[in-house]
């Protein structure tokens, strides 16, 4: 998804094609005004690209691209900008803290665009009764869950462009958090036993000791 204040590079490819290709590019901003920016192509007049274009404004942009020689027509292209989010307060990333631990485990980390508040990773290991992991595993679920989410996952970490395939190893990675925590007690050890000897007959040489006498 982009913003207020990023950049678009619009591009068009040509098919057929050959010398007598020419494209012009016509920019329509939300606010109904229009621009002509500048155009370069390659590949012969197979590749047409348009000047960076900054999104200075929140709604559909249209690109609107008029080809003319092989490939005549018009093709119209649409980008939608939503508008930042206001800011909010810094967020908590101090690993020695619950909510820290939290956003490292589900790598949200980032001080400009965060996906979660510190209220709603509290209100995850309030959930989870403080454990860190079960509560990571809450955040990502949560993530995956909701579309927004997972489109500011793909543009900040640019982990892919397939939300459904995002979303999948968000949940994997929560899974693989919950069986992590199945293995641990409350203090977050591994549970663990110790091998000790044992002579079922101790009791006996016990005895015929004290009698003096050999088993």
């Known amino acids: 998804m982009l913003g207020?204040?990023?950049?678009?590079?619009?591009?068009?490819?040509?098919?057929?094609?050959?010398?007598?290709?020419a494209a012009t590019?016509?920019?329509l901003a939300p606010?109904?005004?229009?621009?002509?920016?500048a155009t370069t192509t390659a590949d012969g007049g197979h590749t047409w690209t348009g000047v960076s274009v900054i999104l200075n404004q929140a709604g559909w942009w249209v690109y609107l691209w008029t080809v003319s020689g092989t490939g005549a027509g018009a093709e119209p292209q649409q980008v939608y900008v939503a508008a930042n989010p206001?800011?909010?307060?810094p967020i908590?990333?101090?690993?020695?803290?619950?909510?820290?631990?939290?956003?490292?485990?589900?790598?949200?980390?980032s001080d400009t665009a965060p996906l979660l508040t510190d209220g709603q990773i509290g209100a995850f290991l309030t959930i989870e009764q403080g454990n860190v992991r079960l509560a990571a595993a809450q955040?990502?679920?949560?993530?995956?869950?909701?579309?927004?989410?997972?489109?500011k996952v793909i543009k900040t970490q640019d982990l892919a462009t397939d939300g459904a395939k995002v979303a999948a190893e968000l949940r994997?990675?929560?899974?693989a958090l919950r069986d992590q925590a199945a293995d641990r007690d409350a203090a977050g050890s591994l549970?663990?036993?110790?091998?000790?000897?044992y002579n079922p007959n101790s009791w006996i040489e016990a005895e015929f000791g004290e009698l003096g006498v050999a088993p």
């Open 25 to 27: 590019l016509a920019v």
């Open 191 to 197: 549970f663990a036993f110790d091998i000790v000897d």
């Open 172 to 175: 994997a990675r929560a899974q």
């Open 31 to 37: 606010d109904g005004t229009t621009t002509h920016p």
């Open 86 to 89: 206001l800011p909010g307060p």
């Open 4 to 21: 207020i204040g990023d950049v678009d590079i619009p591009q068009l490819t040509v098919t057929p094609y050959d010398g007598t290709t």
């Open 139 to 151: 955040a990502l679920d949560t993530i995956a869950s909701s579309e927004v989410l997972v489109s």
């Open 92 to 109: 908590t990333t101090d690993p020695t803290t619950p909510v820290g631990q939290v956003r490292l485990l589900s790598t949200d980390l």
